[in-house]
């Protein structure tokens, strides 16, 4: 246990990983230290123009991913500009330092670093950001990047060598790595249950191919194009996980129930049973998913159908080096890789071997770097 202090989360709801991301630091600070924390989604409450940028990253994302590149550039250079160009003003967020008197400011967005740090340094606050990225370069936003922070977390070695790359010479403060980024509730269950009671309390075959079908918390997915292939191969079973689209959901019961040994699920707590049972899990590159996965050791199976958003290839960058994933173009070439599999168990078990060590535990992060 550390002394009582007062911790201010700095989120946005583009996607559902930044928010998972603040929510999990609550929890494990709640369970580790009597530390008050408030999360607040900064950009969304701050300004209309803000607001309009978040629910059309989201749209873009569940509806038209081929669109975010131009999207991408568009809110970075503004962003950089609007920082470098102009003096930084957010009514609310002095607010919440004035009134809430956080002693340390945790930013887990890229969005908000720059312009709310050096105002939070002002009023002798500490800032920390923790960046979800897997590794640098293109689709790596210099929006994580402040220089005024007083740590920066990232979520590999990789990720943190590119920061270091970025802010270049003079940087005063920490550089450190943290994977394991997940609920307490992960670490239970990771090492008191095993495969077989999990299957058999979801109710699923013990001895079938398990494979999970992955959505963003706002129900970005290409389900339905999936499970019209994967129904015409025989020995699988598939837990298909919506989230919150609930079209889909219903499609998806209606459509495929008797079809398809089938799993479904809506918004779900139960991911990290999922990963433990299954064999792999077909998603876009979301950084949380991905993260779960190499975490269970389930090998990930990205489908960029629509295109690839660049905020992506960070992701599938790092899985292609570890070969912890596969990247697919079209649902033929999904169909052949599971053929692979089942005809060929070796080839799966070595392609999913690979395990990401090193960095910091969260209980460490939580305890040393967010006093």
């Not at 991301?21 to 230290?33: D, E, G, M, P, V």
């Not at 890229?110 to 312009?115: M, Q, S, V």
Request: hydrophobic content about 40%; some cysteine.
């Amino acid at each position: 246990m550390f002394t009582r202090g007062r911790l201010l989360i700095l989120t946005s709801s583009t996607g559902g990983g930044h928010d998972t991301r603040a929510r999990t630091f609550q929890k494990w600070l709640t369970l580790k230290s009597k530390t008050s924390v408030l999360i607040d989604s900064i950009l969304e409450k701050s300004s209309g123009m803000y607001n309009l940028g978040v629910q059309t990253y989201n749209i873009i994302q569940k509806k038209a991913p081929f669109m975010h590149k131009a999207y991408w550039w568009v809110v970075e250079l503004f962003l950089l500009l609007e920082h470098y160009l102009f003096s930084f003003k957010n009514r609310r967020f002095e607010g919440l330092i004035d009134k809430f008197r956080p002693s340390t400011v945790l930013s887990v967005h890229d969005c908000t670093n720059r312009g709310f740090f050096e105002y939070a340094i002002n009023k002798k606050v500490k800032c920390v950001t923790y960046c979800g990225e897997f590794s640098g370069n293109y689709g790596f936003s210099r929006l994580w990047v402040s220089s005024r922070a007083t740590n920066i977390i990232g979520r590999t070695l990789e990720c943190i060598n590119y920061v270091r790359v970025v802010l270049g010479r003079g940087f005063s403060g920490r550089l450190k790595h943290c994977f394991n980024v997940f609920p307490p509730t992960y670490f239970y269950f990771k090492y008191r249950l095993n495969r077989y009671f999990i299957l058999k309390l979801l109710g699923l075959h013990v001895g079938k191919f398990t494979i999970l079908l992955g959505s963003g918390a706002v129900g970005s997915n290409l389900h339905k194009k999936v499970l019209d292939y994967l129904k015409k191969i025989k020995g699988l079973q598939v837990i298909v996980v919506c989230g919150r689209n609930k079209n889909t959901y219903n499609h998806i019961r209606n459509t495929y129930s008797g079809k398809l040994d089938l799993h479904l699920d809506g918004f779900s707590k139960k991911i990290p049973l999922y990963l433990k049972v299954s064999h792999l899990v077909i998603t876009r590159s979301g950084s949380n998913l991905s993260a779960e996965a190499v975490y269970w050791k389930c090998l990930v199976l990205v489908f960029n159908f629509n295109g690839i958003m660049p905020q992506e290839r960070p992701t599938l960058n790092y899985l292609s080096s570890y070969s912890l994933g596969v990247t697919v173009s079209c649902v033929k070439s999904t169909v052949n890789l599971l053929g692979l599999f089942l005809n060929y168990p070796k080839y799966y078990f070595k392609l999913s071997g690979s395990v990401v060590t090193g960095g910091l535990t969260i209980k460490d992060l939580v305890i040393k770097h967010l006093k």
